[in-house]
C-alpha cells in the first residue's frame, strides 16, 4: 500500500537548535513530495515541494528537506528553531494517480 | 490576490440534522478538493474535482454525504443526515494543474463542525 509515516507524532526542541522532522514513504517510484505546517486555527501552508528536481529542496521560513530515494524518505530540517516555528507539520505525497496522501502529522514544540 | 475562503468557520448541530458546508476557491484554479480532519490526525481526502467534474470521490461516504461544482467554480459539501462522528474539521483546497502534475494546493481556514 502507497503512504506516508512521520515517525514522531511529537517533538520537542529548545529555541535556536536544530529541528529534524522525519517523513518516509512507500512507493516503487518516485512520487511528488511536499511538507505543509498547520499553526493553531490557520490554514495549511506550503512550506517546501520535491518534484523530481534538485534533491535537496529549500522552502520558507529556512526550512529545507532531503529526498533520499535509497532510504525512502524526505526528513525537514532547520538549523535554528524559532518560537513561531511551533505548529503541527504534515508529510504530504502525490501518487501517479493524483492522488493526494497526507502523513498523520508531528506537532512540534520549541521551549524557550 | 484572495486566498481559499469557506464560510462558516464553525457549525455546531445536532445529529441526524443536516449541514452544508461551502468553498470557493482560489480564482482561476481548476481543481477543487475537500478533506475531512479529525483531532489528531492529518486530512484525508473526500473529494477531488477537476473543473466540475468529480474525478476522485472514492473516499466520500455516498449514504450521507454529497457534493457539487456546478459551475466549476465554487462548491458545497453537504451531510444529511450528520451522526456524531462526523464531528471534524472538514477543509477545502484548490490547486491550478499543470502539465507533468506539479501543483500545489491552496487550503482555506476550515470549518469545524461539533455534532451533538
Known amino acids: 500500500a502507497q503512504s506516508v509515516t512521520q515517525l514522531d507524532s511529537h517533538v520537542s526542541v529548545s529555541e535556536g537548535t536544530p529541528v529534524l522532522l522525519r517523513c518516509n514513504y512507500s512507493?516503487?517510484?518516485?512520487?511528488?513530495l511536499f511538507w505543509y505546517v498547520q499553526h493553531p486555527n490557520k490554514g495549511l501552508q506550503l512550506l517546501l515541494k520535491?518534484?523530481?528536481?534538485?534533491?535537496l529542496v529549500k522552502g520558507i521560513n529556512g526550512f529545507e528537506a532531503e529526498f533520499k530515494k535509497s532510504e525512502t524518505s524526505f526528513h525537514l530540517t532547520k538549523p535554528s528553531a524559532h518560537m513561531s516555528d511551533a505548529a503541527e507539520y504534515f508529510c504530504?505525497?502525490?501518487?501517479?494517480?493524483?492522488?493526494?496522501?497526507f502523513g498523520p502529522g508531528t506537532s512540534l514544540s520549541v521551549i524557550p | 490576490e484572495a486566498g481559499v475562503v469557506q464560510s462558516p468557520r464553525y457549525k455546531i448541530i445536532e445529529k441526524k440534522q443536516p449541514v452544508a458546508f461551502w468553498c470557493n476557491p482560489i480564482?482561476?484554479?481548476?481543481?477543487l478538493y475537500w478533506y475531512r480532519q479529525n483531532l489528531g490526525q492529518g486530512p484525508e481526502l473526500l473529494i477531488r474535482?477537476?473543473?466540475?467534474?468529480?474525478?476522485?470521490d472514492s473516499q466520500l461516504p455516498k449514504d450521507r454525504f454529497s457534493a457539487e461544482r456546478l459551475k466549476g467554480v465554487d462548491s458545497t459539501l453537504k451531510i444529511q443526515p450528520a451522526e456524531l462522528g462526523d464531528s471534524a474539521v472538514y477543509l477545502c483546497?484548490?490547486?491550478?494543474?499543470?502539465?507533468?502534475?506539479?501543483?500545489?494546493?491552496?487550503f482555506g481556514p476550515g470549518t469545524r463542525l461539533t455534532v451533538t
Open positions: 483546497a484548490s490547486s491550478l494543474e499543470k502539465a507533468g502534475g506539479d501543483y500545489e494546493q491552496y
Open positions: 474535482y477537476e473543473n466540475e467534474e468529480a474525478v476522485d
Open positions: 520535491y518534484t523530481s528536481a534538485a534533491t
Open positions: 504530504v505525497r502525490k501518487t501517479s494517480y493524483d492522488k493526494v496522501i
Open positions: 480564482s482561476g484554479h481548476n481543481t
Open positions: 512507493s516503487s517510484y518516485s512520487p511528488s
